[in-house]
């Protein structure tokens, strides 16, 4: 073969057609956070996840943030592959580097986020060589709560409420009804760490890979902030 | 100086019989129709300052477009001289280097690489007769942990030169004199500012040249990049015109 057709060559190409070895390293996620949930309140949104990744049944890391600051409006979350996640954390903060060095007033919003991840994620899978994440965007968009699901096939909806992995069992009805229940416009910040709070306490409980450590983001008018504490 | 190309300057991939290459002679010649440029490296920092041309009572000065100063990473900045937009694209390719060095070595780009990284690039320019040379000075300027505040200047032919102070532009001589006579290792960015402001009053023509504006900024240790805040603009603007009052009575 010519060497111009070493730009293209495949997997298949460098095992002689053998082996579908790299399609299938693309088929499961290594090392891996468990569930992400995340809600809106009056001012802003709740979002949380814990801090641990798993090697399989190995809880690998135990202090791992699976959080992007993006700014102080912006926020993103995921579950899934860790190495995925890192790729996208490096490559989001990169362009906000240079936003920041640009200095032109334009600047990441939740909904450029998520729109921006829907692309790549819906790209990679149409590619069958998806990024293992599914992603919870949250933040002010135009001075109001705005939080976006970005799944690892694509999918992306925004609602008042988001969660992904066991969380989208356990978590989303208990989210869904205290909203229905109160209105967003009642929730204050403290309802919502509260609901959040339990949400990751009965994940704790049933999900084999979550942990106790877990870590909130508070985006609202006052900015973001963030709180690591252990569930009892 | 100026002698007529007669043939040898048509494209930059020739050398004319006395050694030159026109095209870059003629890209030097763009840079010294540009308004002045000054760097001065203090004992803390390094002040960039710029004579903005204003080329129309019409633009909206506020918005600082058409600036002459850029943030090139966190913590290094540039100030350009010569025609605008091969500046903006030696810029943003300053600045695309500078990202990826980032990106594949996990740190800040020492500026000594970037600057040559960004004369290597010029140089090309002046090999092959598809392109032009850069109409463009450009002075790159930070403060590196364990070297302290440093100058690099890139000209229109790809050498690359570091400095302690150093004008470009087209009073570049009158800036140069006056740069000498300051004793920049010991100044701090404050002070430096003030004489950075004056050197470009003096060097401003009142006669031949328009109206301009005083755009400056600067690398300080631990604080990375900004351009000066107005207010202290202001003061060193006005220093700056007094200064050129004083020094024209004294000489009446």
């Known amino acids: ?232 | 100086m100026s002698s007529i190309g007669s043939g040898y300057d048509l494209s930059a991939s020739q050398f004319s019989p006395d050694g030159k290459v026109f095209q870059v002679e003629y890209a030097q010649k763009a840079v010294e129709n540009s308004g002045t440029i000054v760097a001065l490296r203090g004992s803390d920092g390094v002040v960039l300052a710029v004579e903005k041309f204003i080329q129309s009572k019409l633009h909206e000065t506020e918005v600082q477009s058409m600036t002459r100063l850029f943030h090139i990473e966190e913590g290094i900045g540039a100030s350009v001289a010569g025609l605008l937009t091969d500046c903006l694209m030696l810029v943003e390719y300053a600045r695309d280097e500078a990202a990826d060095y980032r990106e594949s070595n996990g740190v800040r780009v020492p500026l000594k690489v970037l600057a040559n990284r960004v004369a290597d690039y010029v140089h090309a320019h002046t090999l092959y007769s598809a392109v032009r040379p850069f109409g463009v000075n450009i002075i790159l300027a930070a403060v590196e942990a364990d070297v302290g505040p440093q100058i690099y200047m890139v000209e229109p032919s790809g050498v690359v030169y570091g400095y302690s102070g150093v004008a470009a532009g087209k009073a570049k001589q009158t800036a140069h004199t006056e740069i000498e006579k300051l004793a920049l290792s010991r100044t701090p960015c404050e002070e430096l500012v003030k004489e950075a402001a004056r050197i470009i009053h003096v060097c401003h023509d009142e006669t031949k040249d328009k109206a301009f504006e005083l755009e400056m900024s600067w690398v300080r240790e631990g604080m990375g990049y900004e351009r000066v805040a107005r207010d202290t603009l202001m003061k060193a603007d006005s220093y700056g015109k007094k200064a050129l009052d004083d020094t024209d009575s004294d000489s009446d």
């Open chain 1, 1 to 232: 073969r010519s060497s111009q057709a070493d730009y293209h060559r495949t997997a298949s190409d460098v095992h002689g057609g053998t082996t579908n070895m790299i399609d299938e390293m693309s088929a499961r996620p290594i090392a891996t956070g468990s569930s992400v949930v995340g809600m809106h309140f009056k001012n802003g949104v709740v979002m949380a996840s814990d801090c641990r990744i798993s090697y399989g049944s190995l809880s690998r890391y135990r202090d791992f943030t699976r959080f992007i600051k993006v700014n102080s409006d912006t926020v993103c979350v995921c579950n899934g592959d860790s190495a995925d996640f890192q790729l996208l954390e490096r490559t989001i903060l990169e362009q906000v580097r240079s936003d920041e060095i640009e200095n032109d007033g334009i600047q990441y919003s939740p909904i450029k986020l998520h729109n921006w991840l829907t692309c790549v994620l819906y790209n990679r899978r149409t590619r069958i060589d998806p990024l293992w994440n599914n992603f919870l965007v949250g933040g002010l968009q135009d001075g109001k709560p705005y939080l976006g699901m970005s799944t690892m096939l694509g999918q992306s909806w925004t609602a008042p409420y988001g969660a992904t992995g066991f969380g989208k069992h356990m978590s989303i009805g208990k989210m869904r009804d205290f909203i229905e229940k109160h209105g967003v416009e009642n929730i204050t910040e403290e309802m919502a760490v509260k609901i959040i709070t339990e949400c990751m306490q009965q994940l704790y409980y049933r999900s084999t890979d979550a942990a106790n450590e877990i870590e909130i983001y508070v985006v609202s008018g006052d900015g973001c902030k963030s709180e690591k504490t252990t569930l009892p």
